[in-house]
């Protein structure tokens, strides 16, 4: 069965999130399973990849041209859409994204004649099933959504300038969402599976808290979502042999891990206190704010704080003052940094990921992995993915008092070695994950 994966990041070619892991593992794991996954991906600037060839696609009336690129990764075969606008630093982040993306979906719909399935990932490829249901490529479609909080939303007037897809499709086929075009609503109506991923999320989106406004569209299509749970990519993601790592370590060997320790405490000039590290975007979402909050808390409990990410400047900021004022119990590292996160995720002796909400989570089942028990919101993935006070801890109240409540529960566990291990062998493989997204791409069939 062919599957083609349209998604705007994937690992190690774009990454911003988590997003980028499971684009760059799950087909991996689907093709272990005798699927034929191939990645439909922006040609970002610094992507190595051999041309192929051109295509063309309408855009704003005009028959427009693309160069295409090919490569393969892990025995996936990617195909590269090399559209002049995605020549910049960042995958997204910029005032055009929308438009960009339209381009993208519109030039990938001309790609797609052999597939059986189509699996669209995130507001970025979300025109796709309704595109399908225009004629523009037969197969099924699957769309699955990564993150509610980003859904694509733009003006109609241009939307329908730019794709010149029939006017009827506002209403009559749902893009329209509070008087715009919403391209997530479009992707959740016009696909024949909706899925996203954890269970948890998948409950939590159908109510108005954490529905974004696209709650009732979500109960009313219940019928066809589902909540199928991440996989890490656990030959990347590996203590007994990672690539970034001085020392390596198995749950029945967990002596190297003081080392990566030692090691990492010296490098911040932290002191010898129990140390704990975040890894994480800096947006509301992650309730990096809170953490903030609970900083008195934590230092008062004898506790460092680790933390690398980047993001919301104000947030910037307030972690760069607290390490600047609290030099040897608090260290921040401003960035995308992918060999230091895994020497915190390794190195520390708690996680922090206070998220507000979590569609699933991969930093708190990475921490897992390396034997740093976390101590996470009650929410989303992360409860399907961490046992309190068995593999981690969870704390139900999106502040400071909730998060020292978690952290008191962290640090009065009798055992947290024991805690540690049983983190570390838990299965977090996309082998049955994997499993259910073939069963599911077989149903459409
Ligand atoms: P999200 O997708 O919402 O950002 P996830 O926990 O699902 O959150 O995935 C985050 C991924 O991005 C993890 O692989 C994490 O290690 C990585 N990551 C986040 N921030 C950084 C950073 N500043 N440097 C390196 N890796 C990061």
Redesign the pocket.
């Known amino acids: 069965m062919k599957i083609a994966f349209v998604a705007s990041e994937a690992f190690p070619f774009a990454k911003v999130?988590?997003?980028a892991?499971v684009v760059g593992s799950l087909p991996q794991a689907l093709k272990k399973l005798g699927l034929e996954p191939t990645i439909f991906l922006p040609w970002y600037s610094g992507i190595q990849g051999y041309y192929v060839g051109e295509s063309r696609f309408d855009f704003e009336g005009q028959s427009e041209q693309v160069g295409l690129g090919h490569l393969e990764h892990g025995g996936v075969r990617y195909v590269l859409v090399g559209l002049p606008d995605f020549s910049r630093e960042r995958p997204y982040g910029y005032d055009d994204d929308f438009r960009r993306f339209v381009r993208f979906s519109l030039a990938v719909a001309e790609l797609l004649r052999d597939f059986d399935i189509v699996h669209a990932h995130d507001w970025q490829a979300a025109l796709l099933p309704l595109l399908r249901n225009q004629g523009w490529f037969t197969g099924r479609t699957v769309y699955t959504i990564h993150?509610l909080a980003y859904q694509g939303t733009w003006g109609s007037q241009d939307f329908y300038a730019w794709s010149k897809l029939p006017g009827e499709t506002y209403y009559g086929a749902g893009l329209e969402h509070n008087g715009r075009v919403n391209l997530m609503k479009g992707g959740i109506v016009n696909s024949d599976a909706v899925t996203t991923v954890s269970p948890g999320y998948a409950e939590e989106i159908r109510s108005p808290y954490f529905g974004d406004g696209l709650d009732g569209v979500l109960r009313e299509q219940s019928y066809k979502l589902r909540g199928i749970l991440n996989g890490l990519d656990t030959d990347y993601w590996n203590p007994a042999d990672d690539r970034y790592l001085s020392q390596h370590f198995t749950v029945k060997d967990l002596r190297p891990k003081a080392k990566i320790r030692a090691a990492l405490l010296g490098e911040f000039g932290l002191e010898d206190n129990p140390t704990l590290g975040v890894?994480?975007?800096f947006a509301s979402q992650k309730g990096i704010d809170l953490i903030a909050d609970a900083l008195p808390g934590l230092l008062e409990r004898g506790l460092n704080l680790l933390v690398?990410?980047?993001g919301e400047a104000s947030l910037e900021r307030t972690f760069a003052w607290m390490a600047a004022h609290h030099a040897g119990r608090v260290a921040y590292a401003q960035?995308?940094?992918?060999a230091l996160?895994h020497r915190i995720y390794a190195g520390c002796d708690g996680f922090l990921m206070p998220s507000r909400f979590e569609p699933?989570?991969?930093?708190q089942m990475?921490s897992m992995r390396y034997g740093t028990p976390p101590i996470v919101r009650a929410v989303g993935g992360l409860k399907d993915t961490v046992r309190h006070g068995e593999t981690g801890f969870l704390f139900e109240y999106p502040d400071a008092t909730g998060l020292l409540w978690g952290v008191d529960e962290f640090l009065r566990h009798p055992n947290r070695l024991e805690v540690a291990r049983k983190g570390m062998k838990t299965d977090f493989s996309w082998e049955a994950p994997a499993q259910q997204y073939a069963d599911l791409y077989r149903s459409l069939r």
Do not use: F, K, M, Q
């Open positions: 999130g988590g997003l892991d993150n890894v994480s975007r690398l990410g980047s960035g995308y940094n992918e996160a699933c989570g991969l930093a990475i």
